[in-house]
Structures are given as C-alpha cells and as structure tokens.
C-alpha cells in the first residue's frame, strides 16, 4: 500500500523525514508555503534547468503551489501530456520516458527532471480492455497481485528504455 505519494516525494525532494512531522501530515498542502531548500533548488542554483513531471491533475496534494517553492522551473500536468498511449486509465511509463527524452533533448543546459509516474496506480482490483496481466506467482490466484505486478513488468521495460537512451548520451 502506497504511502501517499506527495510525502515520499518531500522526503526525497528535501532529505527532511515524515517521522518529525505529526501523523496525517502532507507538508505539500501544510507546510511548504515559502521557497523550500530542496534537491531541485540546489541544481538551481547551480545552474540546472529544473523540471517537474506528474501526468496526472496538477493539484492533486497541491504540486501546483508546492513545486515552484521547491525549486521547479517548470511543472508539467496531465494537461500538458498530449498523444500519450494508456495503461488502464493512466498516462503509461513509456510515454513518460518520451516526455523526459524530450525535455532532455531541448535543453540547452543541464536538467534535473523529477518524474511522478501514475501508470502504476492503485487500484488493482479493476479490469480494463487496454491491459491483461500478464505475470502470475505459483500458488496465489490473486488478481490484484499478478495486476500489479504487470504493471512493475511495464515499469521495468519503460526504465530499461530510458536507460538504454541515456547510455548513449555523451553528458
């Protein structure tokens, strides 16, 4: 079970722990409010075009606001995902991959890109016409496991890919 994604994004955006905060905390909505030392504003600073990706609603646990604190020049939503392929309801991996190759290829200086993947998102109960898992475990009947782990299989194509495009750049 996630752990609310907007959370696990603060602590490795800022290095600072969940576990100082009080139980239920999103800092997103609560707490960054004001420019927010973070991994993407030291880049910033050192001369890195900062980019934000989330191909999902742009307020969801208020990105919108919370990015641009942390240092992100630039937030990219579902909204500015367009001709993307699915994966049950979600913009897939794969046409993340692309976005981030794109971005890659037209800056013109250094870029740190932060990509917040939704493919994978619960819930894993549902069945869709565009997606069949594939991946079962011996002994387990479970559909929401060989569901999810479908989708880690995807996951891992699409990162091999973007792996395999950067093993060729020269920077």
């Known amino acids: 079970v996630a752990g609310n994604t907007a959370n ?10 969940m576990a100082f905060l ?16 973070s991994m993407a504003s030291h880049l910033k600073e ?21 990015y641009p604190y942390l240092g992100f020049d630039t937030f990219y939503s579902l909204k500015n995902f367009r001709n993307v392929s699915k ?12 976005r981030i190759i794109q971005e890659f290829k037209k800056s013109k200086e250094p870029c740190f890109i932060f990509n917040v993947t939704m493919q ?4 894993y109960t549902a069945e869709y016409d565009n997606f069949t898992p594939d ?3 011996e002994g387990s009947d479970s559909f929401q496991l ?13 990162l091999g890919r973007l792996l395999e495009y950067f093993s060729q750049v020269e920077e």
Not at 22 to 37: A, E, K
Not at 120 to 123: A, G, R
Request: charged share 25%; net charge negative; with cysteine.
């Open 8 to 17: 696990t994004e603060f602590e490795f955006l800022t290095g600072s722990s």
């Open 22 to 37: 009080p139980d239920g905390s999103v800092p997103y909505q609560q707490y960054i409010d004001d420019s927010t030392d």
């Open 46 to 66: 050192m001369g890195y075009k900062t980019i934000a990706m989330h191909p999902y609603n742009a307020g969801g646990w208020e990105r919108d606001i919370a």
């Open 87 to 98: 994966v049950r309801e979600y913009v897939d991996d794969d046409s993340c991959v692309d």
């Open 120 to 123: 994978n998102h619960s819930p």
């Open 135 to 137: 991946i079962t475990v």
């Open 146 to 158: 060989s569901t999810y782990l479908s989708l880690v299989k995807l996951s891992d194509a699409a």
